[in-house]
């Protein structure tokens, strides 16, 4: 079984929009200790044959596993012949990257069965034809990703510790929010988040933003709620991960992830279906 882990993107700023209708993005991902697992096989039959034990998720065009072995078959020139079996645990539309960590573990697993490297550049070219977070999940650990989110660079400076999402049981569509996000016309950060180091995650947390937080909050008026609800409880900042609906806190020690937890599931208390799950952020 491949572990296909779910990530937040700690900082995101949207730079500009570009011709081709994307965004040019800076933004720091991290993978989470959280994750589906993908199970591939080689079979009789052609093409990919599909089954998931979430029946809302079956082998259809827009499904990004199927996506990702059409694009690798493309790619590759490779005829495929397997079975996948997928056990879906990640919320989908929740800005943790499901989709796309399926749809990489799907390349990876691809690759491993034909004989291909795991640095070759058709995976990645496979990677960003199928959606802009699938390369993050190539290589995984810590990134700063440009361009469309394609481009990756190790962060130098990762971020050890805990985060408590706070996950709204309705996602949000990315498209959209990207639509009613005004980008910032500024070129170059003075430092990044990253730049220069913290004593905790109190004070790394000040440092961060997401530039999509208020479109995602405009075209999901419950989101906006929700933040409302949780930002600022004990003086601990909210964040939106990638274009929501997950929203998340950091901390240094699990058990004050806990706590927190606790706290905000109170001040939740009446505000419809949410849950919380503590997560260990991952480096590597
Ligand atoms: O690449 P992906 O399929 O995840 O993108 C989904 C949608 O999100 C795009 O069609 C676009 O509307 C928006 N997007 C964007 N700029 C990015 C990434 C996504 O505008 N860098």
Known sequence: MLRAYAKINLHLRVLRKRADGFHDLLTWMQRVDWFDELEIRSADTDGVAWSCDDARLGPTADNLVIRAANAFGERCGVRLHVAVRLVKRLPQGAGLGGGSSDAAAMLIGLARMHGIASND????EAAADVGSD???????????ATDRGTV?????????????????????????VYGACRPRAMET?????W???????EELSLRLENDLL???CAVEPRLGALWGRVNGIDD??????GSGSTLFALFDEEAAARAWAARAESALTGAGDVATRVVRVLSD
Do not use: Q, Y
Request: hydrophobic content about 45%; overall charge positive; glycine content about 12%.
């Open 121 to 124: 550049a058709r995976l990645f």
């Open 134 to 144: 699938v390369p993050f999940f190539l290589g995984g650990g810590a990134a700063i």
């Open 152 to 176: 990756l660079a190790a962060n130098p400076r990762p971020f050890d510790g805990f985060a408590t999402l706070i996950l709204p049981g309705f996602g949000t569509s990315t498209p959209r």
């Open 189 to 193: 950060e003075e430092t990044p988040p």
């Open 195 to 201: 730049g220069r180091s913290w004593k905790d995650a």
């Open 214 to 216: 208020h479109a995602a």
């Open 236 to 241: 601990v900042r909210v964040h939106l991960s």
